[in-house]
């Protein structure tokens, strides 16, 4: 791949095409090449000469494409610039339209995978600057590149301006060969793997760990010590994500040990009301009448506030699982005025009853409670969470990880795992994505019982999305899955 990146930091000139045909016809079957020589036929390379004007470009294209003219489907292109920058490397839409790629470029992974590159890309290499960007529909040819983004591509603009609209990727390298390396390898190999081609057995170890990179950003990684900060400066956090994802585990953990144990734990349901939540009229014995009396009872909140209040110097955590499965508006009421990250000025709620100590008719959070909440993604039965609260509290994702299921799961696991999520980020929509079931149900170390597992547990899931018609777009992937394991636990 040399010459290719060579041709990257070579200005345009008469002999650029001459080079670029050379660069990329290195890349099959020879010596210094990625990709085996059958994977040529595969694709076509589009280099033309350009005399009196034009916009000078480099392709991949599909090779149901004519010899010259414009073309269609998906293509790798690389612009050199006229403002003495390497050149663009792009995804890029033939003009002629989707076709004979509409299928590879409207399935959600292909646009998916060059979003998390784009994202990795941005992370270890952009330096605090956009050099990568996607668009989030590749099949969108009617919208142009956002202004914004042009700013930031400005040695490219004339390419910009002629191929904006079907430009769905781009990175703009800077004088790092490394990133620029990188950059070139994850798309080459991403558009090579969708026409069936994966890269030389000498390149398979660097091109899983590329492909590691930025899958890593396909399923971000949320850490105990992460959310600890953003506690500490946001005081209410929800972590949400799909079923069993390790949202409660983490939850727990943050209690035990960056609070000492020093919080309680709650679980909500869909009675729950404010009386319960908050504070309310509750029967207690009494020695007249009928034995019974109403007096105000405190609520899991006032509860949490009272143990705050002991040992102001020290933060203290409410612990609230499952908070979606509550009608939160309804179970806050005008406690919901109080949940202030950051205020000046102390904010007070009046209180419809006395209740003692502490309280009276007036109710305050202290500066050192704190409110974690963990939200199932996958429950669709259950009230959402409104923008009222949603302004009030932070959001931290929980996603599967590959790397526990690497540490706590067999290879029966792993491989089941890693076919399952590639399957989730492959075919589902953007709805369905957050119902991807998490790492826990492959936490399994012996092979036979890994098999049962999946079996009693995993596979219902699955069946009820189905039933419930939750992963109606790729129904039939779903399926072939569940056989693909049920065919496994009968061997």
Request: charged share 20%; aromatic share 10%.
């Given at each position: 791949?040399?010459?290719?990146?060579?041709?990257?930091?070579?200005?345009?000139?008469?002999?650029?095409?001459?080079?670029?045909?050379?660069?990329?016809?290195?890349?099959?079957?020879?010596?210094?090449?990625?990709?085996?020589?059958?994977?040529?036929?595969?694709?076509?390379?589009?280099?033309?000469?350009?005399?009196?004007?034009?916009?000078?470009?480099?392709?991949?294209?599909?090779?149901?494409?004519?010899?010259?003219?414009?073309?269609?489907?998906?293509?790798?292109?690389?612009?050199?610039?006229?403002?003495?920058?390497?050149?663009?490397?792009?995804?890029?839409?033939?003009?002629?339209?989707?076709?004979?790629d509409e299928e590879v470029l409207?399935?959600?992974?292909?646009?998916?995978?060059?979003?998390?590159?784009?994202?990795?890309?941005?992370?270890?290499?952009?330096?605090?600057?956009?050099?990568?960007?996607?668009?989030?529909?590749?099949?969108?040819?009617?919208?142009?590149?956002?202004?914004?983004?042009?700013?930031?591509?400005?040695?490219?603009?004339?390419?910009?301006?002629?191929?904006?609209?079907?430009?769905?990727?781009?990175?703009?390298?800077?004088?790092?060969?490394?990133?620029?390396?990188?950059?070139?390898?994850?798309?080459?190999?991403?558009?090579?793997?969708?026409?069936?081609?994966?890269?030389?057995?000498?390149?398979?170890?660097?091109?899983?760990?590329?492909?590691?990179?930025?899958?890593?950003?396909?399923?971000?990684?949320?850490?105990?010590?992460?959310?600890?900060?953003?506690?500490?400066?946001?005081?209410?956090?929800?972590?949400?994500?799909?079923?069993?994802?390790?949202?409660?585990?983490?939850?727990?953990?943050?209690?035990?040990?960056?609070?000492?144990?020093?919080?309680?734990?709650?679980?909500?349901?869909?009675?729950?009301?404010?009386?319960?939540?908050?504070?309310?009229?509750?029967?207690?014995?009494?020695?007249?009448?009928?034995?019974?009396?109403?007096?105000?009872?405190?609520?899991?909140?006032?509860?949490?506030?009272?143990?705050?209040?002991?040992?102001?110097?020290?933060?203290?955590?409410?612990?609230?699982?499952?908070?979606?499965?509550?009608?939160?508006g309804k179970v806050l009421g005008?406690?919901?005025?109080?949940?202030?990250?950051?205020?000046?000025?102390?904010?007070?709620?009046?209180?419809?009853?006395?209740?003692?100590?502490?309280?009276?008719?007036?109710?305050?959070?202290?500066?050192?409670?704190?409110?974690?909440?963990?939200?199932?993604?996958?429950?669709?039965?259950?009230?959402?969470?409104?923008?009222?609260?949603?302004?009030?509290?932070?959001?931290?994702?929980?996603?599967?990880?590959?790397?526990?299921?690497?540490?706590?799961?067999?290879?029966?696991?792993?491989?089941?795992?890693?076919?399952?999520?590639?399957?989730?980020?492959?075919?589902?929509?953007?709805?369905?994505?957050?119902?991807?079931?998490?790492?826990?149900?492959?936490?399994?170390?012996?092979?036979?019982?890994?098999?049962?597992?999946?079996?009693?547990?995993?596979?219902?899931?699955?069946?009820?999305?189905?039933?419930?018609?939750?992963?109606?777009?790729?129904?039939?992937?779903?399926?072939?899955?569940?056989?693909?394991?049920?065919?496994?636990?009968?061997?």
């Amino acid at each position: 791949m040399q010459k290719l990146l060579d041709l990257v930091y070579a200005n345009a000139s008469s002999d650029w095409s001459g080079r670029a045909r050379e660069a990329f016809e290195e890349l099959f079957g020879t010596a210094n090449g990625r990709y085996p020589k059958a994977a040529e036929k595969t694709v076509t390379l589009r280099a033309p000469e350009m005399s009196g004007g034009g916009v000078q470009f480099a392709a991949l294209i599909h090779p149901s494409n004519p010899s010259s003219g414009p073309y269609g489907g998906a293509s790798f292109v690389l612009f050199p610039s006229t403002a003495q920058a390497p050149c663009l490397a792009a995804m890029v839409v033939g003009t002629q339209g989707l076709s004979p790629d509409e299928e590879v470029l409207s399935r959600p992974g292909h646009a998916r995978r060059l979003a998390a590159i784009c994202k990795w890309l941005n992370a270890d290499y952009g330096k605090g600057n956009v050099v990568a960007w996607h668009k989030h529909d590749p099949t969108r040819i009617d919208l142009d590149m956002p202004a914004n983004v042009e700013r930031a591509f400005a040695p490219y603009r004339d390419a910009l301006n002629r191929y904006g609209k079907v430009i769905y990727a781009a990175y703009a390298p800077d004088s790092d060969r490394n990133s620029t390396e990188q950059a070139l390898k994850s798309m080459l190999d991403l558009m090579m793997k969708e026409r069936g081609y994966a890269p030389l057995q000498a390149h398979a170890e660097e091109a899983r760990a590329i492909e590691a990179k930025y899958r890593a950003h396909l399923f971000p990684r949320q850490s105990r010590d992460e959310v600890w900060e953003v506690l500490k400066a946001r005081r209410y956090v929800i972590l949400q994500g799909p079923p069993g994802t390790g949202k409660t585990h983490l939850a727990l953990e943050l209690l035990q040990k960056n609070y000492n144990g020093h919080g309680i734990s709650v679980q909500l349901h869909p009675n729950t009301t404010y009386e319960n939540f908050v504070g309310g009229l509750a029967p207690v014995t009494s020695d007249r009448g009928m034995g019974f009396r109403f007096a105000p009872c405190k609520g899991y909140l006032m509860q949490a506030i009272e143990e705050a209040m002991k040992q102001p110097g020290k933060s203290f955590l409410l612990h609230i699982d499952e908070i979606n499965r509550a009608d939160l508006g309804k179970v806050l009421g005008e406690a919901i005025f109080l949940l202030e990250p950051h205020t000046n000025v102390p904010r007070t709620v009046g209180l419809p009853y006395d209740f003692g100590d502490g309280f009276g008719s007036v109710l305050q959070v202290p500066s050192n409670l704190h409110i974690v909440g963990t939200m199932n993604t996958a429950d669709r039965s259950i009230a959402l969470v409104d923008i009222a609260v949603r302004r009030r509290f932070s959001f931290c994702p929980v996603w599967p990880q590959t790397s526990v299921v690497a540490a706590h799961g067999c290879k029966f696991m792993q491989d089941a795992f890693g076919d399952l999520l590639d399957l989730w980020v492959e075919y589902s929509n953007d709805e369905s994505f957050a119902l991807m079931p998490g790492h826990s149900y492959f936490l399994e170390e012996d092979e036979t019982q890994a098999k049962n597992r999946l079996q009693y547990t995993l596979l219902p899931l699955l069946e009820e999305y189905l039933a419930q018609g939750y992963v109606a777009s790729f129904s039939g992937a779903i399926r072939g899955f569940i056989q693909q394991i049920q065919a496994a636990q009968s061997n």
